[in-house]
C-alpha cells in the first residue's frame, strides 16, 4: 500500500510542450512538498502546500505551477518545457514540521 | 548557496566496519537534523533525526553525532552491512519554517 505515489514514473516529452505530474499521498498528512534533483544529484525544494495552501515557493520559473485540489494531492504541471527541466521531480508529504516521505521520483526527459 | 555540504561525494567500507558520513552546515539557525538514505530509482528515505538540544542520538546501528560549535553532524553506521549501499543525505531544518536543506549526499559502498 504505497504512501506517496507519483505518476507518471518517466516522461519523455518534446521542448515546448505542457505536461503534468500527480501525486497522491494515503498518510493523512497535512504538508505535501515538490523537490528537483538535477543533474549533479542536488535536491532542491521547489513548493510546499498546508492544507491547500501555498507556504514555500522557492525561486522557480513561472512555467511551473502546483495544485493542490485537496490535502492529499499535489499537482505539478510546467509549460514549455525546456531542455534544462530534464530531471527527477520528487514529491514528499509531512504531517507538520516532521520528517517527510518521499514518493519514487519522475524521471523528465525533454528532448 | 550551499548552506549544507556533505564534503565527501563517496565512500566504501568493508561489511562489518563503522561507517562515518559527515556533513558541515553554516546556518546557525538550524535546530532539527535528519538523515535520509537513498537507493537508486527510488525516493529518499527518512533514518534518523537529532534536535540541537542534544549531541547524540542512537538508533540501532545508526548514531548522529551534533557539533553545534563547530557546526558539524555525523552518522555513524556500525556495523555496516552491504544493504547499507545508499546515497546518504543530511538535511537540517529550522524551527518556524518547513524548509529542509538538503546536503550535496555521500555514496556509501559497503563491500561484502
Known amino acids: 500500500d504505497t504512501a506517496v505515489s507519483q505518476t507518471p514514473k518517466y516522461l519523455v516529452t518534446q521542448m515546448g510542450n505542457d505536461k503534468s505530474i500527480k501525486c497522491e499521498q494515503n498518510?493523512?498528512?497535512?504538508?505535501m512538498y515538490w523537490y528537483k534533483q538535477d543533474s549533479k544529484k542536488f535536491l532542491k525544494i521547489m513548493f510546499s502546500?498546508?492544507?491547500?495552501?501555498?507556504?514555500i515557493n522557492e525561486t522557480v520559473p513561472n512555467r511551473f505551477s502546483p495544485k493542490s485540489p485537496d490535502k492529499a494531492h499535489l499537482n505539478l504541471h510546467i509549460n514549455s518545457l525546456e531542455l534544462g527541466d530534464s530531471a527527477v521531480y520528487f514529491c514528499?508529504?509531512?504531517?507538520?514540521?516532521?520528517?517527510?516521505?518521499f514518493g519514487p521520483g519522475t524521471r523528465l526527459t525533454v528532448l | 548557496d550551499q548552506q549544507v555540504k556533505q564534503n565527501s561525494p563517496s565512500l566504501s567500507v568493508q561489511e562489518g566496519r563503522i561507517s562515518i558520513l559527515n556533513c558541515d552546515y553554516t546556518?546557525?539557525?538550524?535546530?532539527?537534523f535528519l538523515w535520509y538514505k537513498k537507493y537508486p530509482a527510488e525516493g529518499p528515505t527518512f533514518l534518523i533525526s537529532?534536535?540541537?538540544?542534544?549531541d547524540k542520538n542512537e538508533d540501532g546501528r545508526f548514531t548522529v553525532f551534533l557539533n553545534k560549535s563547530a557546526k558539524h553532524l555525523s552518522l555513524h553506521i556500525v556495523p555496516s552491512q552491504p544493504g547499507d549501499s545508499a546515497v546518504y543525505f543530511c538535511?537540517?531544518?529550522?524551527?518556524?519554517?518547513?524548509?529542509?536543506?538538503f546536503g550535496t549526499g555521500t555514496r556509501l559502498k559497503v563491500l561484502a
Open positions: 514528499a508529504s509531512s504531517q507538520y514540521r516532521d520528517e517527510q516521505f
Open positions: 498518510l493523512g498528512h497535512d504538508t
Open positions: 502546500y498546508n492544507n491547500k495552501e501555498l507556504i
Open positions: 546556518n546557525s539557525m538550524f535546530d532539527y
Open positions: 537529532i534536535s540541537s538540544i542534544k
Open positions: 538535511a537540517p531544518h529550522y524551527s518556524g519554517t518547513y524548509k529542509y536543506i
